[in-house]
Every structure is written in C-alpha cells, then in structure tokens.
C-alpha cells in the first residue's frame, strides 16, 4: 500500500479540505535565532546547520520575489502555503512581523501561512496576531521545533527550552484555533526506541494537530559533526529509524497530520547517514512496514482508513 492510505499526510488532507492539490512554498525571512546571537546562547543546536534545509541566498530577495520563484518550480499546485522555514521565523517584533506575512497572504492563490519556530519564541502578540489570520479565513500552522520530549536531550543539544515551555505554547494556540505541527528529531544521543514511544506520547498527550518527523542529520558546520568525527557521534541506523518511525506513527491518532515521515540533505553538507541522501527509501519502508503491521493509529486501536 501507498504512504497516504496508510498515514493521514498533509498532502492528501489539504487535497481533501480544498478539493486540489495544495502546495507549501518555503520562505526565508532572514530572521536570526535566540540560540546564535547571543540572547539565549551562540553556536546553536548541537544538531544545526540551516544552510542544510534553507536557501541563504532567498534572503536577499523579497517574500514576493522567493513565492514567485518557488510557485514556477511548482507545476502541480494552483494554490499554496506560505512556509516561513529557515531559522526563528516569529524571532522578531510583532510590526515586522506583520510586515513579512501579510506580504506572503497578500499573493495570489494564498490559502494559508505556515510559521516554523522555537516553542520559547512565541509570546502571546504573536499569537495574537496568528490567531487574527486564522479568523480572516485563512489556515495557519505554527511548527514548533520540541525535537524530543525529554529534558535530559534537550540539555544536552543545547536547544535553550524545556518541555514544558512547548507544552503551554502548544496548548494556548490551539485554543486560539490556530494548528500546530511538531516537530521531531529521531536518533538524538542516547535515545533509543523507548524514548522516542515516550516523546510520541507526551505530544499527543499534549495535544497537536500535525507532527513532522526527522531522522537525526550530521551535517557540517555543527557541533555534532565534530563529535562525529571523533567518534562520539552515532548515526542511526536505516532499520532503527523505519522501527522508530513506524513505532510513532502508529501510537498517533488518525485525524493527527503528518506533514513528514523522513527527510532528506546531499552531501557536502550531509555527512551521515548517507541513506538521508535519498527520502524515499524511508518512506517506501515505512509504508512496507506499517501495510504489515498496522497504519497510523493502530496502536491507540483507532487506525487510519485511507481516503
């Protein structure tokens, strides 16, 4: 069977909701983080290296100018999510802000705005100013970047926040009526499967509307990648990450989106595991496995039927 029959994608639920296919269009607003420039720490994440996942270059161009670029690379969407990914994208005052996204839903064929940010960098303004698109009509994701549900990881990544931190922030936009997606990270150091079924459910527990998952990059330029090459730094492995993964989707309930199952980076920046060159091969596996054991859900006893 095909991913979307057996894991409620973010593809197949915005194609359901908008009777089309529905296209994320990434954006860089050239925010900074908290954990670079100094206000919470400099360096980062242990794991980070944007450049990886971002255009740097987008920056020098306007919101305008990256939506009209991305929306030509695009030749099976009419209609599209403005995506704020690179670094802290609510990481600014509230005017500015308002500037960058107002500017993204003021484009043709705008359905929504897609905020990826730091659990700690969401104060109640911005909320406030998330929740008033959500009323306009339009659809709103704020992606909060947990990684891991545990403190202990945390700490030692260097990641700047608690659990706690994101568990109010999530709660308090959804009240708002605005979705918030999680992100996380599988094959941080020193967790196995077991933590990674205690994070799964600490976030559903918490309550969220969509997840992302992400299998654990060594990339250059990062703190990880020098512990790596030390040998400090384990990878994960193809075969844990799909037992992971599999693992985690079928602990999440059905009507929970999942924007993402694996992701991928190309060398030189990627320097293991090498099989992240290539998203597909998780996701084929994933797919495999969750056809023979059971789809999103069915460990809850609630499993997805595709649609």
Known sequence: MELHQLVNTLGQDLK??????????????????????????????????????????????????????????????????????????????????????????????????????RPDCVPHAVLDLLADYYQQG???????????????????????????????????ARALGIKVCTHLIVGLPGEEITAHQQTIDTVVNTGTDGIKLHPLHIVEGSTMAKAWRAGRQREISFDDYIASASMMIQRTPPEVVYHRVSASARPPTLLAPAWCENRWLAMTAIAETLTQTGAQGAALGHPFVGR
């Open 16 to 117: 359901h909701r908008y009777g089309e296919r529905v296209h994320k269009l990434t954006l860089h607003g050239g925010f900074s983080c908290p954990n670079r420039d100094g206000t919470l720490g400099r360096g980062g994440c242990t794991f980070c290296n944007v450049a990886s996942f971002a255009d740097e270059k987008a920056q020098h161009a306007s919101v305008s100018q990256q939506l009209s670029q991305r929306a030509k690379e695009v030749d099976r969407a009419r209609r599209y999510l403005a995506y704020f990914q690179a670094y802290t994208s609510t990481y600014d005052e509230v005017a500015r802000l308002k500037v960058f996204y107002e500017q993204a839903l003021a484009q043709e064929h705008m359905v929504g705005l897609c905020v990826g940010t």
């Open 138 to 172: 339009f659809e709103v994701w704020l992606e909060l970047g947990l990684q891991t549900g545990h403190d202990k990881t945390l700490k030692r990544i260097n990641r700047g926040h608690n659990v706690a931190v994101y568990q109010q922030v999530a709660t308090k």
